[in-house]
């Protein structure tokens, strides 16, 4: 009897950028392509639990238009970052059956950063929701989250690219890399979002791009770099560009 193998979705980090994630889980479900296991890194956690909770990428991207990450209403003065992340977990609770890894339809890895050992540390069992918020908590911005005994802040910051646990499951790598490293001028960092913007695409940029060539099929947008982490201002152009990116280079998968 023939085994069938095992395919790995690998999803980075990337803030708004995420969309591009939709866009890519669009064409996947055009083409018939469905991962055996997911891993992601903040936006990428978001993206990669919602769907592997069963939600479609319509759902997703719904979510995505809908929610304000920097709305004045997860502002918070009292903790160690301008935004209460815990906020947006209360929010994204009601998408998930219950709020464990056990319920998923597909298993899911999430990166984040312990910041008292100053190393990523994956979840993939136990609650889900305090994970997801950990990954996506940029430090500065969100406050970092104290889960089990951690202290823990936005994966991306060790390791953006997570596609280590799924060497170990699958045959096969799907890797969406949303974090082009371009060059820009000193007039375009006037603001806190566009260093912060500027910071998380450096951020572990080098390690990230070794890893490129561990992936049976690589999906980064070129242009993607162009457009802000933190803004929602051009959600419908990423989300374009991650499914083109992702039409063209999925043809490349081979299950041989």
Known sequence: MEIKKKLGLALSGGGYRGVAHIGVLKAMDELGIKPDYISGTSAGAIVGSLYAAGHPWQDILDFFIKIDLFSFQNFTLRKA???????????????????????????????TTD???????FFSQGKIIPPIVASSSVPGMFTPIEYNGYVLCDGGVTDNFPIAPLQVYCDKIIGVYLNSFSKITKESLKTTKSVVNRSYSISGFQDCEAKFKDCDVLIAPHEIGKYEAFTKTHIKTVFELGYTEAIKELSKLDFS
Do not use: V
């Not at 906020?87 to 709020?99: A, H, R, V």
């Not at 910041?115 to 540390?121: A, D, I, S, V, Y």
């Open 115 to 121: 910041l008292l050992e100053g190393k990523t540390r």
């Open 81 to 111: 970052g301008l935004f209460d992340g815990n906020k947006i977990g209360i929010q994204l609770g009601s998408f998930f059956k219950e709020d464990s890894f056990e319920s998923l339809d597909i298993p899911m890895f999430i990166a």
